[in-house]
């Protein structure tokens, strides 16, 4: 038995990577692979308006707001967003709260004036900035609600007289989102929608159209719209995969039930970091995550014992990134809470092991 | 049984699509699922660095290129292509052969000066234009090896003055190729190497660095280079199945073997049509696809009943696409002979039922 702590691509539900499974041999029993259907054939049309439909559902997206599904993953947002909503004639404003943060900061800056309202890089980005002014001439107001390297989160979105931007590739579906807030959302499936190799983007319609510049088809988000989702062939299997977990996330009482299930989780598990006398939290513990559980050891030696013992256990993916250090406990949507526990566990074990 | 025949995404092999289903489940005996690994794992950096070698081995890719697997298909080139390599100091020279090449012209435009060489359109695209000049000071000259909407097809590649781009999306790695013509060769997966969600880009490095421009970062084919084709979480799951499928390439003997397949198997169709009273062949015979064989019946009043007596045999995605009208068959590498002598049964029946 494997417990997977990896911080994404990540875990995602038992019965979605079986009927994933059988869907790569015979997809709907229609004797074709869903690797091997047109994406125009009627049975995969239908798997993308029940996607679009579920998270227009789970996420109550508001009148005005359009789905969809893209590739390039929340990396090529950094860049298609001011490529939409920026040029000369106005500005940016973002939010750097840690290296993917400062990535769409740095693309943006190809494309107009960006300003950086704060940052928390002084600190290794252990927590979120507050006390910022955002101009409010500024076209839109970009933030990264969940850091996946450093365990912070926002839990509650800032006021922003201009359109917020957020990217919320980790954790995204993992609780309740006001969509009526933002003027784009956008999440890499790799955490808590399905694998890698799609990208969910909810947009409000009317924030286009301002600027003069002439946008490359693929990078047009009303090219993309026009087309359905599907200007052209689209990642069929990876927005398949995220149906099927969608599907399992309505099935399991949709974003307020999971929301339950993850504060329970990182409560567990955060409670256990501050009464282990080995073990500390890396994040500030206003803003800590549900996602992803940052934490070390007093002692660095003990470092990497702890990561050897936990493998014993059968629990992977627990190592912090590399420019943060530690261990990092991703937690998403779908790994069970027995898992949780297993992890706690150790970590008394190991305690004890150490006297 | 079904026996597919649709444009793409394509058929894949059986062996390929029963392996793929067991890794959705447990992945190298690793007790995780391909789409919950990190794609920075020893596991997946072994089936992408497998993936590039295939790629290098079965193409015999010369010294001075690089092997990327990146998102958006070829659509996503389209852009990207022109972003790196034309600007107002340069042009571009394309040959339009079809409604892909149109695209592509048209994105062309938006950077820089772009020269159709030539273009078959008066004619609905039914052949590839010959007689035409290649301008000499042009940065490149983009090809489309393959039309698969009108069935035609570039075996032959023109003597190029400049660097040659090609879309061979549709034919890749169903014949030899001779590399060192070609400065990028860019193709979807979705036809002959594995499911949608992945583009593979063989380019020569020394094309790229000649423009003063700025390239946003997940445009930029250095920036992916630099990466080795991980500038961010790659679409982990497709680029698997491309590996499957060129292994099963590289199993049948490589494309010299699958070549020869391919001529026979177009071969047998094509007679059949050149015989069967009922039908013609769409494409001038001097440029007929080995890959989307398309015809139409004499008579019009047969289209609609031949398409529904195919049907009772199992054979499905044979109808042609709207722009061009009657049928197409694709006949992919993953396509038996044994599908394509189903078919032209069926043509042989449907014959004999209109006496």
């Known amino acids: 038995m494997k417990y997977n702590f990896g911080a994404g691509p990540g875990i995602l539900p038992q019965e979605v990577l079986l009927e994933a499974s059988q869907g790569v041999l015979d997809f709907n029993k229609s004797g074709l692979s869903i690797l091997e259907i047109s994406h125009r054939s009627t049975d995969f049309e239908a798997v993308l308006a029940e996607a679009i439909s579920l998270v227009k559902e789970l996420l ?21 967003v001011p490529f939409n909503l920026l ?11 840690g290296v993917w943060a400062s990535k769409a900061i740095k693309e943006s800056k190809l494309f107009g004036e960006t300003v950086v309202v704060a940052s928390s890089k002084a600190t290794n980005y252990n927590t979120i900035p507050e006390g910022y002014t955002i101009p409010s001439d500024a076209a839109y107001f970009h933030i990264t609600s969940n850091n996946t390297i450093y365990g912070t989160e926002l839990l509650t979105y800032p006021e922003s007289p201009v359109p917020m931007v957020a990217d919320m590739s980790s954790d995204m579906f993992s609780h309740a989102v006001d969509v009526s807030k933002f003027g784009i959302i956008y999440a890499g499936a790799q955490k808590n929608m399905g694998p890698a190799g799609t990208t969910l983007i909810i947009i409000r319609e009317d924030i286009l159209g301002k600027l003069s510049r002439k946008i490359p088809s693929m990078l047009d988000y009303k090219a993309h719209i026009d087309g359905g989702s599907m200007y052209n062939t689209p990642p069929v299997f990876a927005i398949y995969v995220s149906m099927l977990t969608l599907r399992w996330l309505k099935k399991k009482g949709g974003v307020n039930a999971i929301e339950k299930e993850n504060i329970d989780k990182s409560s567990r598990l955060y409670t256990e970091i501050d009464r282990n006398p080995l073990f500390k939290g890396s994040a ?15 002692d660095p030696n ?4 702890f990561l050897d ?4 256990k059968g629990i992977i993916g627990l190592k912090g990134h590399r420019s943060a250090g530690g261990f990092r406990a991703s937690i998403y949507n779908a790994l069970p809470v027995s898992s949780v526990e297993v992890l706690i566990s150790a970590m008394k074990e190991f ?4 006297k």
Chains 1, 2 share one sequence.
């Open 87 to 97: 040029d000369e004639s106005n500005k940016a404003a973002y939010l750097d709260t």
């Open 302 to 305: 003990h470092e990497k014992p």
């Open 284 to 298: 500030d513990s206003k803003y800590r995550s549900r996602m992803n559980v940052c934490f070390v050891t007093h």
């Open 60 to 80: 109550e997206v508001p009148e005005g707001y359009q789905v969809l599904f893209l590739q390039g993953g929340a990396s090529a947002q950094f860049s298609m």
């Open 351 to 354: 305690e004890t092991l150490q």
């Open 309 to 312: 013992f936990v493998k014993t």
